[in-house]
């Protein structure tokens, strides 16, 4: 079946470094990636709509100078936490839509657990 | 907008009981309507969907049916195990949204041996 894989899984650091999450889908191509963010006992809130080849689309609230997406190619989509604070301590989920195919489900990662210091 | 409305949870149920987990939406157009499970510390997986008005989805024990009339997709298993024992997402996806999917805000289901 379609396989999302999310890197790193988990990763500790502190206040004021930048955090680079990938997201790969490894036997599908997909045009569209999706950002999501989880706090404790919470949904997922969509962050952004990462588009290849051009400027991801951030939902309301925001902030894209905070939060760097790149989707460089059709199986590579990435997530940069700027200056990362405790407060960006959170687990960060991606999903990719299958290219060509709007009506296959997105295929999920399985996250990475970001936690500042 | 569009919304998703689960019950709330934790639902605790003994091994072998009958389990529902309520979901209703708010949509403007026709959204395909999805069931997600979240095990401790992973990403989500699909557990089933429905496209359409009446249709029904299933997978391992589980069903739910698109129904239009009340707005609702809800989430049905005859008998749980313990390795049910996980966080369930309803969600629909918006064809005119471009493939986003709203979430519900989850269900967390403990099952007991």
């Known amino acids: 079946g379609a396989v999302v894989s999310q890197h790193p899984s988990w990763v500790i650091c502190k206040s004021g470094t930048s955090v680079k999450i990938e997201c790969r889908s490894l036997?599908?191509?997909?045009?569209?990636m999706f950002w999501y963010r989880q706090f404790p006992k919470q949904s997922l809130m969509l962050m952004a709509t990462?588009?290849?080849?051009?400027?991801?689309?951030?939902e309301q609230g925001v902030e894209k100078d905070k939060f760097l997406i790149n989707h460089a190619s059709l199986t590579l989509s990435t997530l940069t936490v700027t200056s990362a604070h405790p407060e960006d301590s959170s687990f960060y989920i991606c999903s990719a839509q299958p290219s060509g195919d709007f009506y296959q489900p997105q295929h999920f990662g399985d996250g990475t657990r970001l936690s500042i210091l | 907008g569009n919304s998703v409305t689960q019950m709330e949870g934790p639902v605790t149920l003994s091994e072998e009981a009958f389990l529902t987990i309520n979901c209703t939406y708010t949509a403007t157009g026709y959204p395909s309507l999805f069931w997600y499970v979240q095990y401790p510390g992973e990403g989500l997986q699909l557990l089933l969907k429905a496209t359409k008005a009446d249709d029904k989805g299933s997978n391992k024990g589980f069903e739910a049916t698109y129904r239009k009339e009340t707005t609702s997709f809800h989430l049905e298993k005859g008998s749980v195990q313990v390795s049910d024992s996980a966080v369930y997402f309803c969600a629909l996806s918006d064809d005119n949204q471009g493939g986003k999917l709203i979430f519900g805000q989850g269900t967390e289901l403990s099952v007991k041996p």
């Open positions: 990462s588009n290849e080849g051009s400027k991801a689309t951030y």
């Open positions: 036997d599908f191509q997909a045009t569209t």
